[in-house]
């Protein structure tokens, strides 16, 4: 879709996870504090709060292509809904998205919001996780704003920005898989989900 001065970038990706089972999937998609582990792009995170099925999440990544790239403190809150015990989706929204400048040295600081170089404005996330016999399905769908890049730059740098989010979420789907298959990503049930399935009418 077009927009003033800017770009959307719209992905789904998704992946079947044999032997999986519902339970561990979302386990390991609420282990915010070990995002580092599972996710390559992501250098820190952490949980900052958890009133049931919503959470408060920071996450520090680093997206680069090409050459091209930068350091980004997001502030998400994560929602979960349970429509059938067979059946969980989250609702991932950004509500701040910051530049880091210098990361990890002495002169880190965050830029102002929307004076950085407009990699990523504004973000949602929709998680499908649904159970089958033999496994769990995994859909992830992103929508993402960044700016248009500037006429003399932009022959170059939109093309790599999409390829950037394309490359994004099916490293995510792969890495995702991974953790769930790894008994190295422990998790803590209690810390989990509370949802609880929908009374009958």
Not at 46 to 51: G, P, Q, S
Not at 118 to 134: I, P, Q
């Amino acid at each position: 879709m077009s927009v003033p001065d800017g770009l959307i970038h719209h992905w789904v990706g998704g992946a079947f996870i044999p032997n999986a089972t519902l339970q561990r999937v979302l386990d390991v998609a609420n282990a915010y504090d070990s995002y580092n582990r599972i996710y390559k792009e992501v250098i820190a995170s952490k949980l900052v709060t958890r009133d049931g099925d919503e959470s408060r999440v920071l996450i520090r990544l680093k997206a680069s292509e090409a050459g091209i790239g930068a350091v980004l403190d997001i502030h998400t809150t994560v929602r979960y809904f349970r429509p059938t015990h067979r059946l969980v989706y989250s609702i991932t929204s950004a509500d701040q998205i910051r530049e880091v400048e210098n990361a990890g040295e002495p002169g880190e600081r965050l830029l102002p919001a929307g004076r950085d170089s407009g990699y990523l404005w504004r973000t949602n996330s929709f998680t499908r996780f649904t159970e089958h016999d033999t496994g769990v399905y995994v859909e992830m769908e992103t929508l993402a704003l960044s700016r248009r890049f500037p006429s003399l730059l932009g022959w170059l740098i939109e093309p790599i920005a999409r390829r950037l989010g394309r490359k994004s979420i099916e490293r995510s789907l792969e890495e995702f898989i991974a953790a769930v298959r790894s008994p190295a990503i422990a998790t803590t049930p209690a810390q989990a989900l509370c949802l609880t399935t929908p009374s009958r009418q």
